[in-house]
Nanobody, 130 residues
Framework: QVQLVESGGGLEQAGGSLRLSCAAS????????VGWFRQAPGKEREFVAA?????????YYADSVKGRFTISRDNAKNTVYLQMNSLKPEDTAVYYC??????????????????????WGQGTQVTVSS
């Protein structure tokens, strides 16, 4: 099992930057694919970004954040990061980190699906003011 703790959220002005961190417990964190999702008030939770397991050579982004957000992982620190630049008011949401692991290979579409991830953090609030 793995436990996830998000940090780095806060209040930022439009155009600013924030870096979210997702710290995981356990010695085998590199085995987990990791995704970031967000949920705004009154809306469904949506995919933001994901990174493949092991070296994290594959990354995936929602169209709404492509070119502005960057996901990365540091397996030595058991941490995945989400660097968010050029923030917009519509980025305001609770951001959740999620992790999943399985024996079989992932298809590209798997990374975008909530059902891929069996472990979830409690979330961190990001608020972007205009």
């Amino acid at each position: 099992q793995v436990q996830l703790v998000e940090s780095g959220g806060g209040l930022e002005q439009a155009g600013g930057s924030l870096r979210l961190s997702c710290a995981a417990s356990g010695r085998t964190f590199s085995m987990y694919a990791v995704g970031w999702f967000r949920q705004a008030p009154g809306k469904e939770r949506e995919f933001v970004a994901a990174i493949s397991r092991w070296s994290g050579g594959l990354t995936y982004y929602a169209d709404s954040v492509k070119g502005r957000f960057t996901i990365s992982r540091d397996n030595a620190k058991n941490t995945v990061y989400l660097q968010m630049n050029s923030l917009k008011p519509e980025d305001t949401a609770v951001y959740y980190c999620a992790a999943g692991s399985r024996i079989s290979a992932y298809s590209d579409s798997d990374y975008y699906q909530m059902r891929t991830y069996g472990y979830w953090g409690q979330g961190t609030q990001v608020t972007v003011s205009s």
